[in-house]
């Protein structure tokens, strides 16, 4: 979404799947498109699997091609961004005419807007409590003469619940992050970090194509369930990255310099 210095999220109200809000967004608004240009788009683990395989590129391929790396400064992490192109900053995948030309495998933020997803995960509960304020941006026409429905109406009709699954494992390692009190990465383990969690082609030529301690030590059936499955092996990444960096086990830290 742009960001005009005025958009801001609603937290007056917290919303949960039965809860409503107004909403509506198509070629008939005015506005269309207009969210896809100028935007700090980051990226989560699974939304690189889906647009890679979308595009029939390798995560490697996709990764140098449409985005760039920063290191957060807040939390020391790689975040991956989609660059933007030419002189408007449009979102590479729209089409101007046909809208987004990657629907349905668009990332989870394009999903989840006018949603702001906050999750929480805590150490005697099971599962993940959500709840969604909601986002105004102030060039967004859909609020005017929106449709009224349900959170978890919007979460089925844009096909939220896989992502968010994904996006909660993913949760799972920054929490071990901010548990662990480690402040700054050193530089192999953002590489670990990285190839882990966004560069899925790439782990499973490290982690099953090639001599690995971890690999040897995993039961038979998880390495085969990894092999044939890619997001059970994005998943896999994910929680080897956690293991590794953020166990405090003193072994894989020394293992990593
Ligand atoms: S209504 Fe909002 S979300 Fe839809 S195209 Fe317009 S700006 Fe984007
Ligand atoms: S991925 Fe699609 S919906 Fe998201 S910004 Fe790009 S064109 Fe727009």
Redesign the pocket.
């Known amino acids: 979404m742009s960001q005009e210095p005025d958009a801001y999220i609603d937290d007056s109200r917290e919303l949960r799947d039965d809860d409503t809000f107004c909403f509506s967004?198509g070629p008939e608004?005015s506005?269309?498109?207009?969210?896809c240009y100028d935007i700090n788009l980051v990226l989560m683990p699974y939304d690189i699997l889906r647009l890679k395989n979308r595009l029939g590129m390798s995560s490697d391929d996709f990764l140098k091609r449409y985005t760039s790396v920063h290191v957060g400064p807040g939390t020391g992490l790689p975040v991956v961004l989609l660059k933007m192109e030419g002189p408007y900053m449009k979102c590479p995948f729209l089409d101007e005419k046909k809208g987004c030309g990657v629907y349905e495998d668009r990332p989870a933020a394009c999903r989840t807007?006018p949603l702001a997803r906050i999750a929480h995960r805590s150490r005697d509960m099971d599962g993940v409590e959500e709840f969604y304020y909601v986002v105004r941006?102030p060039?967004?026409?859909?609020f005017k003469d929106g449709r009224e429905m349900t959170v978890r109406q919007w979460k089925e009709q844009e096909g939220l619940g896989r992502y968010n699954e994904m996006n909660d494992i993913f949760g799972e390692l920054l929490q071990a992050k901010t548990e662990s009190g480690i402040a700054q990465l050193h530089a192999d383990q953002i590489e670990t970090f990285y190839l882990g969690c966004y560069n899925v082609d790439e782990f499973r030529k490290f982690y099953l194509e090639s001599p690995n301690l971890d690999r040897y030590m995993d039961p038979e059936d998880v390495v085969q369930r990894i092999s044939e499955d890619e997001e059970e092996l994005l998943i896999h990444g994910m929680r080897w990255v956690k293991k590794k960096i953020f166990s405090g086990c003193t072994m894989c830290a020394m293992a990593q310099k």
């Open positions: 967004c608004k506005c269309f498109t207009s969210c807007y941006e060039d967004c026409m859909g």
